[in-house]
């Protein structure tokens, strides 16, 4: 059974960091096409924050480009989103994501099907 446990989140001020680290079991990093970010605020729609293939290549949102940066260890088994500069508007939940190995990549890529989410972690910036 597949199953994603965020940590890292928290309320910190604006311009400050947070590091969200997703681990995850009964998983392989390495089988995958990718995984992901996402967030949700009260009364928004959800955003795809960022995305890293099985090579390591990340996707960003123009939202958070630049001050976001989003990385693995496929040994560990764990996803990471390094978040600087933080805003209040990057207030929401935060929820890792993962390939469930349905699509092929290519189809993957083009549906952005997370299959996988974990349940989320809360990140508060006040101003």
């Known amino acids: 059974q597949v199953q994603l446990v965020e940590s890292g989140g928290g309320s910190v001020q604006a311009g400050g960091s947070l590091k969200l680290s997703c681990t995850a079991s009964?998983?392989?990093?390495?089988?995958?096409?990718?995984m992901g970010w996402y967030r949700q605020a009260p009364g928004k729609e959800r955003e795809l924050v960022a995305t890293?293939?099985?090579?390591?290549?990340?996707t960003y949102a123009d939202s958070v480009k630049g001050r976001f940066t989003i990385s693995q260890d496929n040994g560990k088994n764990t996803l990471f989103l390094q978040m600087t500069s933080l805003k209040t508007e990057d207030t929401a939940v935060y929820y890792c994501?993962?390939?469930?190995?349905?699509?092929?990549?290519?189809?993957?890529?083009?549906?952005?099907?997370?299959?996988?989410r974990g349940r989320g972690t809360q990140v508060t910036v006040f101003a």
């Open positions: 994501a993962a390939d469930d190995e349905t699509w092929p990549c290519e189809q993957f890529w083009a549906r952005l099907d997370f299959g996988y």
């Open positions: 890293i293939s099985r090579d390591g290549t990340p």
């Open positions: 009964g998983y392989t990093f390495i089988n995958s096409c990718g």
